[in-house]
């Protein structure tokens, strides 16, 4: 038998109570964001309505303390520098939990 272990990461400001997190939704929109340069583009990519996408972004920024997302109207969107830091150091620090998970796993089911 193999066992397999799988962690999903969520972030939030931990000093105030918020709805939402940061992670691997906000992500996806925020990576289709880079693609498409459109929210609205990444949401429907993903199945999922603007209105929602909106929401998921703003519950992210308010628990980072920073702006994701620049909306440039007809335009579309674009990440800010620190939308970039975010998406990266969220799958850095993905990457690393999977790699420790399948370790342990290994080690302890084994």
């Known amino acids: ?17 918020l709805p939402g997190a940061f992670g ?14 459109s929210l609205n583009g990444a949401a429907k990519r993903l199945g999922m309505a603007y209105s929602k996408a909106w929401r ?14 620049l909306r440039d109207g007809a335009r579309g969107s674009t990440l800010t520098p620190e939308g970039e830091r975010a998406v990266a150091a969220y799958r850095t620090l ?13 080690e302890l089911f084994s």
Not at 94 to 102: D, H, I, P, T
């Open 1 to 17: 038998m193999s066992v397999v272990a799988s962690a999903r990461i969520t972030l939030k400001n931990s000093e105030l109570d």
């Open 24 to 37: 691997l939704g906000c992500v996806q929109l925020l990576e289709g964001v880079a693609t498409e340069h």
């Open 56 to 69: 998921i972004v703003r519950e992210a920024e308010a628990h980072l303390g920073c702006v994701l997302l």
């Open 94 to 106: 993905q990457a690393e939990v999977n790699e420790l998970l399948a370790q342990r796993s290994d």
